[in-house]
């Protein structure tokens, strides 16, 4: 745990970019508490997206600079509103929770998902080895280096001819390399900090915000999301895994006060502490555009929970009989959301095949995966798993609006799983579930944005029947018995929530993160030579070499330049021929010429294991051992730095 002292100044400055900017301005807003603290994630993601966006076109590089002032503008905007329109922004007194309760419950749902995701990273310094990491990594290196973080430009890594402008979501990548640049860690280090800092401060406030949204304030309640928020492998644990899914994981973070904040404009929920509607709205307005700046796929969650509860929102205002007038409005927003919902359900649906994932088991196999909390063939998380269910048929027979409608959202969550994994007619689950690539995991990781809120409905009715009927009735609340049987209770629901299912998660978590010969992406010796790249080459040398193979990431971890940033880019003649010929170089050749317009001069040779078990043969990176073409420079085990000598170049 010792290697982990230096990364604690990097994950505190993790936590600010991600909490500050957010809190000043839902503080400036009249937002207190655990409205404020949960507010904070999601408002900040949306200044760091309009940052991102903004910095460019008045020339300002990516440092702090453009997100302060973002924040100082989001603080005036909040001011102006909520003093010129008092009424509709005045704040009720709410009903304590206790204070003492609320940090706690905050602060051991963040210290159980902290050492959660050390374990599975081992070291701060070790990356995620997976297919989408190279990319990630990668952009927020480019970031670095262009001091631009716009979603406009940073696609411009892997599109080395193309001069048209391209949309790519990069709010996690500006995040990373903020923290990077701050700190001066690498960006790997930087990565891991920001990782921690969302999954361990954003989402268990989320989630327990959406939680008292829907099933009222308590301090067991509170208690018990706290404790559950650390207890699904299916998020955040598997999102850090899978993938790996580093943005789609931000913006699952921040996705449970987005739905609490429409259903508090639809009137559905609690609007406390606010009088009226106005400061939600505002609220819902600050983070919607960071969900769909981080990824889209969160936005679409939330685009399709807010249509349902639209729906149930109109349904309820019929029921009262309204005026004409009213029914008309209503009807003619409704109408008006639903074609504006369905021609983005269409626009940000991503282009796909069909079968790019196949189903791959049977829909009662799916639901039971469902039930049970297992999706993705993981261990069954048992104690939430039961309570997830009891909590479901304790909140439907209440007959509440707000518990039947997070039924309803549980049900069809999970009914999007099931359809992911399962359904035959491939093209209708591209229909219905394309927006989420067909890719189960990341359907998987939605359903326990409402699973614990519900799971924690169980908790606090089998605690009420233990004080009130059961062995502890004889406990007076606020005594010290009381107290030591509720610390006793915590104890016990989190050793029972942290046993069996979450060890096999983050031990099979670990096996893309801590290196070995057998590693799917860089090998301990890869990964040193890589290290001592900017000992061997010069500050301007651009390596070739198989990005499949690991060697794309000498980009990200050093800085040096690499010819394939990705394992998909945009090819040109030039790399083609490199690619093709490289250990044919001679004076005159083409593949010479090729090599100067490109400023190659080295080729790392990391054999021939790539990600995901794929082959992507490249002619001219092989043999180079026996090649005239090239010399050995550095050697560490298998992996190899050649330079290009057959050009003659000096």
């Known amino acids: 745990m010792t290697d982990w002292i230096p990364a604690v100044a990097p994950i505190l400055v993790a936590a600010a970019v991600l909490i500050v ?257 106005a400061p939600w709205l505002v609220v819902l307005v600050a983070t919607v555009p960071g969900l769909l700046m981080v990824h889209p796929a969160a936005f679409m969650a939330w685009l399709l929970l807010t249509a349902v509860a639209a729906i149930v929102a109109y349904v309820l205002l019929l029921r009262r009989r309204p005026g004409r007038r009213t029914v008309w409005l209503a009807s003619g927003s409704l109408a008006a959301a639903g074609v504006i919902g369905l021609l983005l359900w269409r626009a940000l649906r991503p282009g796909i095949p069909e079968d790019i994932w196949y189903p791959s ?38 007959r509440s609006t707000r518990g039947r409608l997070a039924v309803g959202f549980l049900v069809l969550l999970m009914a999007l799983f099931v359809t992911a994994t399962s359904m035959q007619w491939l093209w209708l689950r591209k229909i219905i579930v394309g927006a989420w690539y067909v890719n189960s995991p990341r359907l998987a990781a939605l359903i326990p944005i409402i699973a614990i809120p519900l799971a924690a409905v169980a908790i606090v009715a089998l605690w009420r029947w233990f004080v009130g009927r059961g062995p502890g009735r004889r406990a007076t609340p606020g005594t010290a018995p009381y107290i030591s049987l509720a610390a006793g209770a915590s104890i016990a629901l989190i050793l029972a929530t942290q046993l069996i299912a979450i060890p096999a998660a983050i031990e099979k978590a670990r096996l893309m993160y801590i290196p070995t010969d057998a590693s799917p992406l860089l090998t301990p010796d890869e990964r040193a030579l890589i290290d001592m790249l900017p000992t061997l080459v010069p500050d301007d040398a651009v390596i070739a070499g198989n990005p499949g193979t690991g060697t794309a990431m000498a980009y990200a971890l050093t800085g040096v330049k690499v010819l394939h940033p990705g394992v998909v880019i945009e090819m040109t003649d030039d790399i083609t021929l490199i690619d093709d010929e490289a250990n044919d170089a001679e004076p005159g050749s083409a593949v010479c010429d090729a090599l100067e317009r490109t400023g190659v001069d080295y080729v790392l040779d990391f054999g021939t294991q790539e990600i995901n078990g794929e082959s992507h043969p490249y002619p001219g990176f092989q043999n180079l051992g026996r090649s005239s073409a090239a010399e050995l420079v550095e050697r560490v085990g298998d992996a190899k730095l050649f330079r290009i000598v057959g050009c003659d170049r000096g």
Do not use: K
């Open 361 to 398: 088991q049977t829909p009662g196999q799916a639901i039971g995966e469902a039930l049970t909390m297992s999706m993705e063939r993981g261990q069954i998380p048992i104690v939430l798993a039961i309570a997830v269910l009891a909590g479901a048929i304790i909140a439907w027979r209440g």
């Open 21 to 277: 900017p957010g809190y000043a301005a839902v503080r400036v807003l009249g937002f207190r508490g655990l409205h404020a603290w949960a507010f904070a994630g999601p408002v900040s993601v949306t200044i760091l997206a309009a940052a991102s966006l903004i910095s460019p076109l008045i020339g300002l590089p990516w440092t702090l600079v453009g997100p302060a002032l973002v924040t100082v503008a989001a603080c005036a905007v909040a001011a102006i509103l909520r003093f010129s329109l008092r009424s509709r922004f005045a704040m009720l007194g709410l009903q304590p929770i206790g204070r003492g309760v609320l940090a706690a419950a905050l602060a051991i749902g963040g210290a159980l998902i902290t050492v959660q995701f050390v374990l599975i990273v081992g070291d701060p310094e070790n990356i995620s080895q997976t297919f989408d990491n190279i990319f990630h990594l990668n952009a927020a290196r480019y970031i670095l280096d262009t001091q631009n973080a716009s979603p406009l430009s940073v696609s411009q890594l892997t599109r080395t001819q193309s001069t048209g402008i391209t949309f790519y979501p990069a709010v996690w990548h500006a995040a990373v390399a903020l923290v990077a640049e701050v700190t001066g860690v690498s960006v790997g280090v930087a990565s891991n900090a920001v990782m921690i800092a969302a999954g361990a401060l954003i989402w268990p406030a989320g989630v327990m915000l959406l939680g008292i949204a829907l099933f009222g304030r308590s301090r067991a309640f509170t208690m018990a999301v706290g404790i559950l928020s650390a207890a699904a492998p299916a998020f955040p644990i598997l999102m850090i895994d899978y993938g790996v899914l580093f943005p789609y994981f931000l913006s699952l973070c921040a996705l449970p006060v987005t739905i609490a904040a429409s259903l508090a404009t639809l009137g559905l929920i609690d609007r406390s502490p606010s009088r009226g509607v």
